[in-house]
Nanobody, 124 residues
Framework: QVQLVESGGGLVQAGDSLRLSCAAS????????LGWFRQVPGKEREFVAG????????FYADSVKGRFTISRDNTKKTIDLQMSSLKPEDTAVYYC?????????????????WGQGTQVTVSS
């Protein structure tokens, strides 16, 4: 079992950059596929970006491709999401998620473990 804690959210202006981080504890971190997700009130949680446990392959939603970058540090047990060229529609609560040995876009997108979320607000 792995515990996840997000940080780095905040209020920024359109066009700004922001870096989210998710710290993990417990479990064998390097064996988990990891992802970032977001949710706005009244909508389902959606996949944003993911990274494979095995070869570091990355996956992105079309809406963030070219603007967001996901990375992992197995030594520090962290997952980061670097967000640039932020838009008001990126406003959401962002969650990190983990699934044991997830290595494809499909399996990374259905995590078993979740963090508590961090709010990102992008003003126009």
């Amino acid at each position: 079992q792995v515990q996840l804690v997000e940080s780095g959210g905040g209020l920024v202006q359109a066009g700004d950059s922001l870096r989210l981080s998710c710290a993990a504890s417990g479990g064998t971190f390097s064996s988990y596929g990891l992802g970032w997700f977001r949710q706005v009130p009244g909508k389902e949680r959606e996949f944003v970006a993911g990274i494979s446990w095995s070869d570091g392959s990355t996956f992105y939603a079309d809406s963030v491709k070219g603007r967001f970058t996901i990375s992992r540090d197995n030594t520090k047990k962290t997952i980061d999401l670097q967000m640039s060229s932020l838009k008001p529609e990126d406003t959401a609560v962002y969650y990190c998620g983990a699934r044991w040995r997830a290595s494809t876009a499909q399996t990374v997108a259905i995590p078993v473990y979740w963090g508590q979320g961090t709010q990102v607000t992008v003003s126009s």
